[in-house]
């Protein structure tokens, strides 16, 4: 259906889809993953979704058997890189 830019914008829209929805089950509590690496076919026979519509992604929700410890992060200074386009200089 989608071809060039219009697949590339459909593609971003899915995943800032699936950022909101998992936002949402962990404000209720509840914890999802995200999978993007799925057989297509299979996913479309048990949902049984129409030829038109491709699935991109899909996303587990469920309660938590366990709720490990927060994995140690990098400062943030580590990961932002601060620049200023030489117009403004």
Partial sequence: ?????ELARAYRDCGFSMDNLGLR???LGLGYCYVGSFDRKKLRQFFTLPKKYEPV????????????????????EEMIYKTTPKSLL
Avoid: D, T
């Fill in 25 to 27: 089950a962990k404000e």
């Fill in 1 to 5: 259906m989608y071809k060039g830019r």
């Fill in 57 to 76: 992604c899909a996303i587990c929700v469920g309660y938590p058997a366990e709720s490990p410890k927060q994995r140690p992060r990098k400062p943030l």
